[in-house]
């Protein structure tokens, strides 16, 4: 099937680009456009051009099934296409319908008009993957909409409305109705006087170096801030100031050396490791889903809201039960002060807070609950509370609703079982906050129907969520991994290192906490009470003197103002604290240990490898799908650094060997517990293979 239309309407030309989904531009896309410009250029009828998309928009930009492959760079490409269209010696027009990104912006900045249907958005998403618009977006835009707006879009690859730009340069006109009547209609008033307007032959208005730096420092790159890639988008549109070929050449080798660096491949495996983790191999694109119209959640407390304004956030009604008043009222309150003060940013407009929180109520009744489509339980994590709310809700739930579970740990067949209908039972499991972080690790028991699974896979995408479908097993794929991380954390401290070294190292690696900051936030008395039922079911598991001891201290964090910091004022800065170490010597001294100085790079290799030879256990397992699933739960819910594209990814990076290699030394310590430095037999078998864990 063609991806590429041509029609002639009178003496105006028309090539449609229809690419599903996206109108990604591959090459067949990019061949037929150059193709249907040739024939339009050859026809003495034709006066001028135009370019439009489909119902899916303009263009996505590039086509990502290409990537990696040799027709991403096959002739014509992108560049190739766009200096054609500027060459050309009739007027081409593109006609901007739904949205325009990246390589697809940059082929329309190459025409010489474009007309936008209102509501059309526009943007340079390339600084996300640690790359920069490499076919002349760096150089045109400015020149169409000045240095400063194009700095703004292109350094934080904002998606922007074409109507916030229809007074630039960017668009002739941005137009109501259809947008194809109108571009042609355009062509036929266009003056056929001569220069054709170009982008390349305008100035860009120029700035000194002091005004120039001023405006870059105020582009918001935020998740990419300290990678090549913002800097690099920054330098190449100073370029912009100069003549314009000097500038395309500069792009060209800026863009080659981020598409090189370790940083970019890191965020472009993730990209599609997010796309990978939404594919569940026995799911069918057909397997049926249950509709879901209206929530239900039970318990009100921290991770009980959160879920709640997640729902409500995507227009989902949902109702809080809880088991009284104060609590449901606790949780009102906090709810509305998050809306108050996303209003206060300018995050939330007053009407959309109001709409939201209409779609919140709360009831202390389990029967309300009866008409929810799914029911989330997020009540304490003991089994016993669990089960007695599972029996009430498979007592109250119309059937075929989906009863999911928000345990971090718990055993979902368990929790199923509690039921007459383990195959409507998930989990869910959300992180802190709930409204605010994007995992949704998915956990499909034993009984789960595919149906279920299907349903809550797509619900995450309504949340907005990145889900992760995990197998049972305790902690699932993110907290089982963090249980030996953690535990080389605690040795750590015994062996030598206070809290803020071990952090500070870990942090600095690009970790967005190190692990006693990480603990004092979530409270110390939570992790401590799953220890206390852990030190219970598994007696020969070993002990964390140091955590046990804070939290029969009452130091439980933040919320007590101490934990393995001081956080002075009830404020939430870490400050080192002298009884803390105090406590962690004489735990050391007690245990027999002499402390030594321990380097930044055994601290970060010995918490690091710790999650990837778990999380080799877990591929083994089967509780993870692919070594790249566990990369999507460490990169969007635990803060491992995006430039380092997750712990398995990094541990390819680096080889597996070099992994083992260490893992062997810290196995000769008999500090460091040395049975936890048994290497997974996967690891060992990749590596003697000469293979990776995620290609
Ligand atoms: P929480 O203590 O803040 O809140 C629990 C709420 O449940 C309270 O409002 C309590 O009144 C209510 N509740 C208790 N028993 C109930 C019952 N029988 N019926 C109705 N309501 C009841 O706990 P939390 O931190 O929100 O954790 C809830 C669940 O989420 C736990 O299973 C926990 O392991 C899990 N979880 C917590 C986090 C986190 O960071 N806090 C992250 C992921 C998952």
Request: glycine share 10%.
């Given at each position: 099937m063609s991806v590429t239309g041509y029609a002639r309407h009178g003496d105006v030309a028309v090539i449609t680009m229809d690419n599903p989904p996206v109108n990604g531009l591959s090459q067949a896309l990019r061949h037929g456009v150059l193709a249907g410009m040739q024939r339009a250029q050859d026809d003495s009828q034709v006066r001028a051009i135009v370019i439009v998309g489909s119902a899916n928009g303009f263009s996505g930009g590039a086509d990502i099934r290409e990537f990696g492959t040799s027709l991403a760079a096959a002739e014509p490409t992108l560049r190739t296409l766009i200096r054609e269209l500027d060459d050309c010696e009739k007027p081409v027009i593109a006609a901007i319908g739904t949205i325009a990104m990246g390589g697809g912006l940059e082929l329309a900045l190459g025409c010489h008009y474009r007309l936008a249907a209102h509501g059309a958005r526009i943007a340079f998403p390339e600084v996300k993957l640690g790359l920069l618009p490499g076919a002349g977006g760096t150089q045109r835009l400015p020149r169409l909409i000045g240095l400063k707006l194009a700095l703004a879009m292109i350094v934080s690859g904002r998606t922007v409305a074409a109507d916030e730009l229809a007074r630039t340069r960017l668009f002739d006109r941005v137009v109501a109705g259809d947008l194809l009547t109108a571009a042609r209609a355009f062509a036929a008033e266009i003056a056929p006087a001569r220069p054709l307007p170009r982008a390349r032959d305008l100035n860009v208005e120029p700035v000194s170096d002091a005004k120039f730096a001023e405006m870059a420092a105020h582009c918001d790159s935020a998740p990419v801030a300290d990678l090549p890639a913002p800097q690099a988008c920054i330098e190449a549109l100073h370029a912009a100031l100069g003549d314009f070929d000097e500038g395309l050449v500069l792009e060209r080798k800026l863009f080659t050396r981020l598409m090189q660096s370790p940083e970019s491949a890191a965020l472009r495996y993730a990209f599609f490791a997010e796309r990978a983790a939404a594919k569940i191999p026995d799911l069918p694109a057909t397997t049926p889903v249950r509709e879901i119209r209206t929530a239900g959640v039970i318990g009100g407390g921290t991770m009980g809201r959160g879920i709640a304004m997640a729902f409500a956030n995507a227009g989902i009604e949902v109702k809080i039960l809880d088991t009284s008043e104060a609590a449901l009222r606790d949780g009102f309150a906090s709810v509305s002060s998050i809306y108050a003060g996303a209003v206060q940013k300018g995050k939330l407009s007053a009407e959309e807070k109001s709409a939201r929180t209409a779609r919140i109520s709360g009831t202390l009744a389990a029967e309300d609950l009866a008409r929810a489509d799914i029911v989330v339980e997020a009540v304490f994590e003991d089994l016993d509370v669990k089960r007695q709310v599972f029996e009430t809700l498979d007592r109250v739930a119309k059937p075929g609703a989906i009863l999911a579970t928000n345990t971090s740990t718990l055993n979902v067949d368990r929790i199923a079982n509690f039921t007459a209908r383990p195959a409507d039972v998930v989990g869910t499991h959300f992180f802190s906050p709930a409204h605010v972080m994007r995992l949704l690790e998915i956990v499909r028991g034993a009984a789960t129907s595919k149906e279920v699974l299907a349903s809550v896979l797509q619900l995450a995408k309504r949340l907005n969520k990145v889900a992760v479908v995990a197998g049972v097993c305790e902690g699932f794929i993110g907290n089982r991994m963090l249980r030996p991380y953690l535990r080389q954390a605690e040795l750590l401290l015994l062996e030598g290192c206070l809290p803020h070294e071990v952090d500070a190292a870990v942090e600095r690696w690009g970790m967005a906490m190190g692990p006693f900051r990480v603990s004092d936030l979530a409270g110390t008395d939570v992790s401590g009470l799953i220890r206390k039922r852990q030190y219970l079911e598994q007696p020969e598991r070993p002990r964390s003197l140091i955590a046990d001891r804070l939290v029969e201290l009452g130091r439980f964090g933040q919320k007590s103002g101490k934990g393995y910091y001081l956080y002075p004022a009830g404020g939430r800065e870490a400050v080192s604290d002298t009884d803390v170490e105090r406590l962690i010597l004489e735990l050391a001294k007690s245990a027999g240990l002499v402390r030594r100085a321990i380097s930044a790079t055994e601290i970060v290799e010995r918490l690091i490898f710790a999650l990837v030879n778990e999380g080799a256990k877990i591929l083994a397992e089967g509780i993870a799908l692919r070594a790249s699933d566990i990369d999507v739960v460490y990169l969007t819910g635990y803060g491992f650094p995006a430039r380092r594209g997750g712990p398995m990814f990094y541990a390819d990076t680096i080889g597996l060997n070099t992994v083992l290699a260490a893992m062997h030394g810290f196995a000769a310590?008999?500090?460091?517990?040395?049975?936890?430095?048994?290497?997974a037999a996967l690891l060992v078998t990749l590596a003697a293979a000469g293979k990776a864990l995620t290609r």
């Open positions: 310590n008999p500090a460091s517990d040395p049975g936890s430095w048994t290497p």
